[in-house]
């Protein structure tokens, strides 16, 4: 089992451009979060997604939308991105429930110029 | 004020040393996890507990609910141990994403 994985590892963009993020969940697993880490930060919640819906949202603009794919993939995306946005992009799955052990993927740094 | 707040920020000891990192938190909760992140940014969950105490090796959380408070002990810490750790939060019911800490430091010195 190959855990949650996540592409790409590193990617450098520009203000303005748009991004997308990917991420593969732990096999079994039908919840995906993601989650913004600043340097120095703890992460912070984005959204989460079930049944290709988004179940909750974070405190972030409507810049970053994501999605779910009936195999529970999922991709999120920025658009018109800030410097501020440079962070370390995390994904996490779990089963569907409450309480369940979230699994993280390695991450995606992405610097904003 | 960050609902989960974890202390010390930074701790250094030597090897050998009894570690414990300490998290409070606001509101209910359904569960309190501690994950450890190491340089580069790979999180690995360490415990996830509604009450009580867990153990895991060298690794001991423990929970107190109407206290709103956990603590996360390392006996006999070594260099390897060091690590960023975080507690982060699930709320009552939830089957949503974490609350987290801004996490403890460690360093652990030979």
């Known amino acids: 089992d190959a855990g949650v994985t996540q592409s790409p590892t590193h990617l450098i963009k520009t203000r303005g451009q748009q991004v997308t993020l990917r991420c593969s969940p732990k096999s079994g697993h039908d919840t995906v979060s993601w989650y913004q880490q600043a340097l120095g930060q703890g992460p912070q919640f984005i959204f989460q997604?079930?049944?290709?819906?988004?179940?909750q949202r974070g405190n972030f603009p409507d810049r970053f939308s994501g999605h779910q794919f009936p195999n529970y993939s999922s991709e999120l995306n920025v658009n018109a991105l800030l410097l501020g946005d440079s962070a370390l992009y995390l994904c996490a799955s779990t089963t569907s429930g409450p309480g369940e052990t979230q699994y993280f993927g390695p991450g995606t740094r992405l610097l904003v110029l | 004020k960050n609902e989960v707040e974890q202390s010390p920020q930074n701790l250094t000891a030597q090897e050998g040393e009894f570690i414990t990192i300490n998290c409070s938190y606001s509101v209910g909760i359904s569960a309190l996890h501690w994950l450890q992140q190491h340089p580069g940014g790979g999180i690995v969950s360490l415990f996830m507990?509604?009450?009580g105490k867990k153990k895991h090796g060298r690794l001991i959380a423990t929970i107190n609910i109407q206290e709103k408070h956990s603590s996360l002990h390392i006996t006999a810490s070594h260099p390897r141990d060091s690590a960023v750790y975080i507690c982060?939060?699930?709320?009552?019911?939830?089957?949503?994403?974490?609350?987290f800490g801004k996490g403890t430091h460690l360093i652990i010195q030979p």
């Open positions: 507990l509604s009450s």
């Open positions: 997604y079930y049944e290709e819906e988004e179940r």
């Open positions: 982060a939060r699930n709320h009552v019911g939830g089957a949503d994403g974490l609350t």
